[in-house]
C-alpha cells in the first residue's frame, strides 16, 4: 500500500525547512540577478529616505542633519496655515483627476473604435501614430505645444479662421489647467490603447457569434460582449491609477509653466523644486514632500485592496 501523500501545510517543521534549502540550491541563481537591483534600490530609494528628518528640523546645510534644531511638526502646520499651498494641493488635484479621468476613459474608447477597422496596415498605421507622442520628451513637445498654442500660434490662427476669437492657452490660468489635461491625454492615450487592444484579443470569439446569430447589432455586441469582457482590465488600470493622485506631472507643468498662470497652474512638485532648490527653504520643501508621499502610499494601498477585490489583480 503506498504512503498517503501529506498536504504541505501539514509538513513537519524539519521537511519545510529541507524543502525550502532545495529550492534555494536550485534558485539561487535567479536571486544573485537580482542583487545589482536590489542594491540600486536600497542606495538610491532607501538611504535617501533618511533625509525626511529635514522636515522636522529647522535645517541648515552648513550645519547638517545632526546639529540642526529640532523643531517637530512645526513646519507641517505652517503648510496647512499657508493658504498658497491649500491652493497648490488643489491645483494639484484638479490637474491629476483631469488627467485619470480622461486617461482612463480615451484610450478604452480609441482602442474600441480601431478594433472595428478591419484592414491591418490602416489599422497598425494609425495605431503607431497615436503612441509615438509616449516616446517623446516633454521638453520637446512643451516647445513645440508653446508655438501651437500662442496667440499666433496654429491652434488661434484656426479659431480665428472659422470666426472664433483667439484663446489664451497658456496665458489664461483655467485654459492652463485644461491645457495640462488635453495634452497630457493626448501624449498617452495612444500607449495606453495597447492594453485594451490586448484585452480584446483575448475575448471569445464565440460570444460575438452568438450574439450575431441572436441578432445583435454591432453596437448591442460592443455594449454586451466586448465591454463585459474588458472591464477586468479597466477596473485595474482605473483602481490602480488612483495611487498617482497627487501627481500632476513635474515635467510636464515644469517646461510650460508661466508666471502668468502660477496661481492656478502650481502643483506640488514644481513648488518643492522652487521653495527647496531656487529659494533654499528645505525643510518646509521636504516636508510638503513627505505630506504627498504619505498620502500617495496610502492611496497606493488603498487602491491595491480594490483591484484585488473587485478585479481579483495580485502582485504578491
Request: glycine letters at 8%; zero cysteines.
Amino acid at each position: 500500500m503506498s504512503e498517503p501523500v501529506v498536504p504541505a501545510t501539514m509538513k513537519s517543521p524539519a521537511r519545510q525547512t529541507l524543502s525550502q534549502r532545495m529550492n534555494w540550491t536550485r534558485t539561487w541563481q535567479l536571486h544573485l540577478f537580482l542583487l545589482p537591483s536590489v542594491i540600486l534600490l536600497f542606495v538610491y530609494s532607501y538611504i535617501p529616505m533618511g533625509g525626511i528628518m529635514i522636515a522636522f528640523q529647522d535645517y541648515k546645510a552648513y550645519t547638517g542633519f545632526f546639529h540642526s534644531d529640532w523643531v517637530g511638526l512645526e513646519h507641517f502646520q505652517s503648510m496647512f496655515a499657508n493658504e498658497e499651498i491649500i491652493t497648490i494641493i488643489w491645483n494639484t488635484l484638479f490637474i491629476a483627476i483631469g488627467k485619470m479621468i480622461l486617461g482612463w476613459i480615451t484610450p478604452l474608447v480609441f482602442a474600441l473604435l480601431l478594433n472595428e477597422v478591419k484592414i491591418m496596415f490602416f489599422k497598425r498605421t494609425i495605431q503607431s501614430l497615436v503612441y509615438l507622442p509616449h516616446f517623446m520628451s516633454w521638453v520637446i513637445l512643451a516647445g513645440i505645444l508653446t508655438d501651437m498654442l500662442s496667440q499666433s500660434g496654429l491652434i488661434n490662427q484656426f479659431i480665428s479662421g472659422i470666426g472664433l476669437p483667439a484663446v489664451f492657452f497658456l496665458g489664461d490660468g483655467d485654459w492652463f489647467r485644461f491645457t495640462m489635461i488635453f495634452s497630457d491625454v493626448w501624449k498617452e492615450f495612444g500607449f495606453g490603447t495597447i492594453i485594451y487592444l490586448a484585452a480584446l484579443a483575448g475575448v471569445n470569439p464565440s460570444l460575438y457569434e452568438a450574439a450575431e446569430i441572436d441578432g445583435a447589432s454591432r453596437w448591442k455586441q460592443t455594449v454586451h460582449v466586448t465591454l463585459p469582457s474588458i472591464m477586468p482590465v479597466g477596473i485595474i488600470i482605473a483602481t490602480l491609477s488612483l495611487g498617482n493622485i497627487m501627481n500632476a506631472g513635474f515635467d510636464q507643468v515644469f517646461n510650460m509653466i508661466n508666471p502668468l498662470v502660477a496661481d492656478k497652474g502650481e502643483i506640488i512638485d514644481t513648488y518643492v523644486y522652487a521653495v527647496g532648490l531656487q529659494q533654499g527653504a528645505f525643510s518646509l520643501a521636504t516636508a510638503v514632500g513627505l505630506f504627498k508621499s504619505v498620502v500617495s502610499f496610502i492611496l497606493i494601498a488603498v487602491t491595491y485592496r480594490m483591484a484585488t477585490k473587485y478585479a481579483n489583480y495580485r502582485i504578491f
